[in-house]
């Protein structure tokens, strides 16, 4: 499409600018300090296939125009996170990290968390993985008594007996005794470790001149971890600052970019991310980079190269960046650039293939269905046993990956259930929620079935007057997923090789695999609240706590009566509840 006319009116002004196709969608959001100069580019000039493969998709050009060159990257990484577009795909890596949090309550508690206060002064990490941090609470929750229990029970637990807990429960504790352990648990965390290894070894020949030869030798499998962890990969850099050094590297078709996480003098984690991209290769890391500190921790210091800009970064992160080129912060910084373009050459044919089984079958699963390229897809599965205790749950897949964090769980309230009218209410009840609240809408609903469920949907959501794509899985006589049948109801047979039907079997695959452990989880409780509710001496908030902890029935009648009681139940209802299992 010519674009001549429109561009030449174009404001030269900040502000962010979308691009959609010929359904509306937007495929592209962009920013840019001179809008005009910025469109522009993209239609004069030679381009390599992938831009060009952009450019042919532009139907409709918009733009919002902002006071600022920061108002407009605000406004572009707002429209990222709304909007999905597909061409933005190097933003949507929705991967967090694990932190170390002391928890901001009367009687606080040491938690490994991925929800991240950025306000807080008691957060510490990111660590490498989640394991790496629970095993660092786990240390400090011997070292330390602060509570364990998500509620205070009304009596001290087996933790106050083994001198982990200062047991809030049942005596006070004054906020000067919590902060003395803040105190000491921060310093741990950030590598002050000589006074937790001089109390260890203190406990530790106490307990050998006891004979608790046991306990000694806990003691010192803890001191040796201790010293192990703490003492390498030393980065001389001459103080404790928390740093993130940003190194990418780049060919015709990839970004590589590797982030190294120096905390308290050593590399306590490293991020390693690689995708296509289909504007300006810099721009594109600077809007990383902008987009990766929505969701992480900030540090007090940025490493980055010295052809990135960074006055917008600078007042939108609101932290000092630098951008080295001598000394030991630029082998640092080259280091990362090293690591980044070694991942680049290791991985472009694993990459190119990932995005032939993901991105690539999506492209092709809109051609299949004379549709769009479905970006977003939102499968339902139900699960029942014998028409009881029926459920649905829905998957969502952004660009050919599961997005964990859209998936949902519906309890189906129906009393006559079947698949017609289960998939009848729970996608009245999904997509009323989308209506209502104006949420972002998916570019295809893929059902599991055929004719009486791709009904049902469109039944509702003509009733919701939402225009929304609907396919179905059909199963052959052997149950297996042999071909797609589309909102009309014709047949799309499927090659059992292809990328687009292995892609539909793992979105199905996952969407069965989420029902029946959530109706699991129903069964379960129901038959463990059915019992409960027959059990003298024990109510709601016990129920709650048994099933917190551990689960199912079948795992209770394995519980020993101390554990019972450690638990918080007094005697008289533990040996209720065993006699009743027992029956």
């Known amino acids: 499409m010519d674009f001549k006319e429109q561009l030449k009116v174009f404001p030269e002004l900040p502000g962010s600018y979308q691009f959609k196709n010929k359904d509306g969608i937007i495929i592209y959001v962009g920013k840019a300090k001179n809008l005009k100069k910025r469109v522009t580019s993209y239609f004069v000039g030679s381009h390599n296939a992938k831009t060009s493969r952009l450019v042919m998709n532009i139907e409709k050009i918009e733009y919002i125009v902002t006071n600022s060159e920061l108002d407009a990257l605000l406004l572009e990484l707002n429209l990222i996170k709304k909007y999905n577009p597909r061409y933005n795909i190097m933003l949507t890596d929705d991967k967090t990290y694990p932190y170390i949090e002391i928890t901001n309550e009367k009687h606080p508690k040491l938690i490994v968390t991925r929800k991240i206060n950025k306000k807080s002064k008691n957060i510490f990490g990111p660590y490498p993985n989640v394991k790496a941090a629970r095993e660092t609470v786990k240390l400090l929750n011997k070292i330390y008594p602060l509570r364990k229990c998500d509620k205070l029970p009304k009596t001290e637990c ?10 809030p429960c049942i005596k006070e504790v004054t906020e000067s005794e919590y902060s003395d352990i803040r105190t000491s648990i921060k310093n741990f965390l950030k590598g002050e470790t000589k006074e937790v290894v001089k109390l260890l070894e203190i406990r530790m020949h106490d307990a050998s001149e006891k004979l608790e030869y046991e306990r000694a030798h806990e003691y010192k499998k803890t001191v040796d971890h201790i010293k192990t962890t703490t003492n390498t990969q030393k980065i001389n850099l001459n103080d404790m600052k928390d740093r993130d050094i940003i190194g990418y590297f780049y060919n015709e078709y990839l970004i590589s970019i590797e982030i190294f996480f120096i905390r308290n003098g050593k590399i306590s984690a490293r991020h390693q991310s690689m995708f296509e991209y289909y504007s300006d290769p810099l721009k594109t890391v600077e809007d990383f980079i902008a987009l990766f500190y929505q969701r992480e921790l900030i540090p007090r210091e940025i490493f980055i190269q010295k052809e990135l800009k960074i006055d917008t970064l600078n007042e939108y992160l609101k932290t000092k960046i630098t951008q080295p080129q001598k000394g030991d912060k630029f082998k640092l910084l080259n280091l990362a650039i090293l690591n980044a373009e070694q991942a680049l050459l290791e991985k472009t044919e694993l990459v190119k293939r990932e995005m032939d089984r993901t991105i690539g079958s999506v492209d092709i699963l809109g051609d299949l269905l004379n549709i769009s390229s479905p970006y977003i897809i939102e499968a339902f599965d139900n699960s029942n046993l014998f028409g009881t205790d029926a459920v ?4 969502t897949f952004v660009n050919g990956k599961p997005s964990k964090r859209d998936y949902r769980k519906y309890k189906v309230k129906l009393e006559t259930i079947s698949d017609y009218h289960t998939m009848k209410e729970v996608v009245y009840r999904r997509y009323f929620k989308v209506l209502m609240e104006d ?6 609903i893929l059902v599991d079935g ?12 003509e009733s919701l007057d939402l225009n929304i794509p609907i396919a179905g899985l059909v199963k052959d006589k052997t149950h297996s997923t042999n071909m797609l049948m589309n909102q009309d109801l014709e047949e799309i047979p499927l090659k059992k090789t292809s990328n687009v039907f292995h892609l539909l079997t793992r979105i199905q695959d996952e969407a069965h695999r989420f029902a029946v452990t959530f109706h699991k989880q129903v069964r379960s409780k129901g038959v463990f609240d059915s019992i409960l509710d027959e059990i003298q001496g024990i109510g709601k908030v016990t129920k709650d706590k048994l099933l917190k902890e551990f689960k199912s029935v079948n795992l209770i009648k394995l519980a020993t009566k101390k554990e019972l009681t450690d638990l918080g139940l007094n005697n008289k209802q533990a040996d209720n509840l065993i006699n009743k299992l027992k029956d």
């Not at 007996?161 to 047991?167: E, T």
């Not at 649905?392 to 998957?395: D, F, G, K, R, Y």
């Open 158 to 167: 087996l933790y106050y007996h083994m001198g982990q807990c200062l047991a």
């Open 450 to 461: 055929g004719k009486p469920q791709i009904n049902a949907a469109k039944e509702i959501l």
């Open 439 to 444: 949420l972002r809408r998916p570019n295809l």
């Open 392 to 395: 649905s749950a829905m998957v």
